[in-house]
């Protein structure tokens, strides 16, 4: 639970999202690829995207304007308070976690909902500047719905309709592998507004089926947000947490 409310306005803007006396999530704005503009009311552990410009980048390209959301962990020089991370993959008990949005009535277009997951290959808090994990690390990624003529990073040959232990639908999975740290994406085969679930059991089926998620590595940030390539005004996540056991 969380009482904090505000607004950022600034492209790398950001607040403390205070959710009782030893834990707190951190809010950032993040438009690094393109900003006009937009703004982030939030209120408690849910924000709302306002994009009154109605900015958005081509079809043809691939980045998105930026990715506003809400983390725990370290990243970008802020820290938030009673995350117990980086914890060791193979240590993990659980993860659960709630991640809920309005997309029922806003629809699907033109951005994800998603979990961004970074695991690093020590157990040192990423410095200020870190853009990614870093080598020996890896990105897992949790899609509620893909959204049309927009896709994850890689390729999903051979990985479509799987079930994962322990989470309700069918994933297809997406892997980039070209890169270090590679990415794996987990997409929902259909639209889903919001999910509550232990976000290990995805971690456990990315080592299990050597997706590039190893036991060895770090579990360092969870965030859950929206990249948008476009539009979204009014879009809203409406409840966010998670806890590392």
């Known amino acids: 639970m969380s009482t904090t409310s505000g607004t950022v306005t600034d492209r790398y803007g950001g607040a403390t999202l205070n959710a009782g006396s030893n834990k707190t999530y951190y809010l950032q704005a993040n438009w690094w690829y393109q900003f006009a503009s937009e703004s982030e009311d939030y209120n408690g552990l849910s924000f709302t995207v306002h994009n009154s410009q109605d900015a958005s980048v081509p079809s043809t390209t691939g980045d998105p304007l930026g990715f506003p959301s809400i983390f725990i962990g370290t990243y970008g020089g802020h820290t938030t308070m009673g995350s117990n991370l980086p914890k060791q993959v193979s240590a993990l008990a659980s993860v659960p976690t709630i991640y809920q949005t309005n997309n029922s009535t806003i629809g699907t277009s033109n951005h994800n909902a ?132």
């Open 114 to 245: 998603t979990y961004d997951v970074w695991f690093t290959q020590s157990n040192s808090p990423l410095g200020a500047n870190a853009a990614s994990p870093g080598a020996g690390g890896a990105y897992l990624m949790v899609w509620m719905f893909k959204p049309t003529d927009r896709q994850p990073r890689g390729s999903d040959s051979g990985h479509t309709g799987k079930t994962i232990a322990g989470v309700s639908g069918t994933w297809n999975v997406w892997i980039d592998s070209s890169t270090d740290p590679p990415c794996i994406s987990y997409v929902s085969s259909s639209p889903i507004y919001g999910l509550s679930f232990d976000l290990n059991d995805f971690i456990q089926d990315a080592v299990t089926n050597n997706y590039g998620v190893t036991s060895s590595m770090y579990l360092s940030l969870v965030f859950g947000g929206f990249e948008i390539w476009g539009g979204a005004d009014g879009l809203q996540l409406k409840q966010f947490c998670a806890t590392v056991n």
